[in-house]
């Protein structure tokens, strides 16, 4: 839809701002994922270290994942954060498990040696954490959603990866839904709406906006055309 609105003579912009999710690593065949509910969870690097307040923005946690020498991290919940999970990834979950793809263990000792991380780096980080929640106060990365300790095991870690989710660039519209050349004037009979479109998110995707789009956008087509019909 893209290529043939261009093709039409439509103007775009900010196709560069790509938004990313933490995701399934290369060559995966299912996204597991344990960082839902931020407040439940934290993630950590290759040494066993926590790298950024996980409740950050999309952009500030692709970056500072994607800084990383593996371009991936290890998502960490104990029993408690498994449990809030619904059933739907639970059982994705479990079947990553069954992959070798998700780590369950007893200890936190056990689980580094699962995931490959030094142990007593992987220990500290956790109970240095814990001591955040409990002190309500993340020293390290300034997190706020600091909502239970990581410490009922069994314990869970998966690998996330960066994937991307959104592009908040599209071609151009008005305040009509009407679609824009590149000299800014109207293209006849090319209207567009929701995510086709630029200009709404800036750089950054704010989520939860897909049915407000479509809605909103939806509402200005009909009323441009109610106009031009009259």
């Given amino acids: 839809a893209l290529q043939a609105a261009i093709s039409a003579g439509a103007s775009f912009k900010n196709l560069e701002f790509i938004e990313c999710i ?39 946690l692709r ?5 990383l020498p593996e371009r991936s991290c290890f998502a960490i919940v104990d029993k408690k954060g498994f449990d809030f999970l ?28 699962s995931m490959n991380t030094p142990a007593q780096a992987t220990v500290e980080t956790v109970e240095r954490y814990n001591q955040f929640v409990e002190n309500g106060k993340d020293t390290d990365f300034g997190k706020k959603s600091l909502l239970h ?15 991307r989710h959104y592009c908040a660039g599209g071609i151009r519209i008005n305040s009509k839904t009407e ?3 590149f000299s800014g004037a109207p293209i006849p009979k090319l209207y567009a ?30 009323l441009t055309l109610k106009e031009k019909q009259a």
């Fill in 22 to 60: 933490p995701g399934k690593l290369p060559g995966r065949s299912e996204r597991t994922v344990l960082h839902l509910f931020v407040g439940q969870m934290i993630w950590i690097n290759r040494e066993g270290k926590r790298f950024v307040a996980e409740d950050s923005r999309r952009d500030v």
């Fill in 63 to 67: 970056e500072s994942l994607l800084s």
């Fill in 86 to 113: 619904d059933k739907e990834h639970q059982e994705a979950i479990n079947r990553g498990l069954a992959r070798n793809e998700v780590y369950k263990a007893n200890s936190l000792e056990e689980l580094a040696r």
């Fill in 149 to 163: 300790k990581i410490s009922v095991p069994p314990f869970y870690a998966c690998a996330q990866a960066m994937n």
């Fill in 179 to 181: 679609v824009l050349d």
């Fill in 193 to 222: 709406g929701g995510e086709i479109t630029t200009g709404l998110h800036g750089s950054n995707r704010l989520g939860g906006n897909a049915i407000a789009e479509a809605m909103v956008f939806g509402r200005e087509f009909g």
